[in-house]
T-cell receptor, first 113, second 114 residues
Framework: DVKVTQSSRYLVKRTGEKVFLECVQD?????MFWYRQDPGLGLRLIYF???????EKGDIPEGYSVSREKKERFSLILESASTNQTSMYLC????????????FGPGTRLTVT | GQQLNQSPQSMFIQEGEDVSMNCTSS?????WLWYKQDPGEGPVLLIA?????ELTSNGRLTAQFGITRKDSFLNISASIPSDVGIYFC??????????????FGTGTLLAVQP
């Protein structure tokens, strides 16, 4: 089974702090994704990566950056956390070489105070 | 960004009842997916649909890919308490390859009263 892990389940940070959210997958998937989930808004794509060192903006990239130095790891960075970035953050991975779908991690619930 | 119109937003039912939910889009999709998210967890794929008109079952769950390619339906028969969670639809305009962004619905919250 595919396993996608996220470094923290719960995180509390202060406004202005730099925040790193880490995601690791163990199935050698090329594609990885970061979403945020807010009530009534569903899942919104922040950034995605086709492969190592490649990244593309999603629908809501403002205030975020990403890093993909190794195939198995995709990091989401909040350069200066703000209260409106309080949310559930979900990482996913997928193998584009076959008809397979995205596998999600358990999520990180981030609170910015 | 584009979102799918998913309804209903929430459902509160008795154990044993059947459940129906649907998603509609203004765009044509080649793939429709249904995910379930348990409280405090990430979404888990329930059913994937790749062909217009396709009807696929997974246990008590049945999903259909609308013939217009702009909608999809999920039915749950004889609900049980562990069906509780948020159900998301998702659509994609391509079958695979690099352009594989999913568009998600806003979710249907299901509560089942024992």
């Amino acid at each position: 089974d595919v396993k996608v892990t996220q470094s923290s389940r719960y995180l509390v940070k202060r406004t202005g702090e730099k925040v790193f959210l880490e995601c690791v997958q163990d199935m050698d998937h090329e594609n990885m994704f970061w979403y945020r989930q807010d009530p009534g808004l569903g899942l919104r794509l922040i950034y995605f990566s086709y492969d190592v060192k490649m990244k593309e903006k999603g629908d809501i990239p403002e205030g975020y950056s990403v890093s993909r130095e190794k195939k198995e790891r995709f990091s989401l960075i909040l350069e200066s956390a703000s209260t409106n970035q309080t949310s559930m953050y979900l990482c996913a991975s997928r193998d584009p070489g076959q008809v397979s779908e995205q596998y999600f991690g358990p999520g990180t619930r981030l609170t910015v105070t | 960004g584009q979102q799918l119109n998913q309804s209903p937003q929430s459902m509160f039912i008795q154990e044993g009842e059947d459940v129906s939910m649907n998603c509609t889009s203004s765009s044509i999709f080649n793939t429709w997916l249904w995910y379930k998210q348990d409280p405090g967890e990430g979404p888990v794929l329930l059913i994937a649909l790749y062909k217009a008109g396709e009807l696929t079952s997974n246990g008590r769950l049945t999903a259909q890919f609308g013939i217009t390619r702009k909608d999809s339906f999920l039915n749950i028969s004889a609900s049980i308490p562990s069906d509780v969670g948020i159900y998301f639809c998702a659509g994609r305009a391509s079958l695979g390859g690099a352009t594989n962004k999913l568009i998600f619905g806003t979710g249907t919250l299901l509560a089942v009263q024992p």
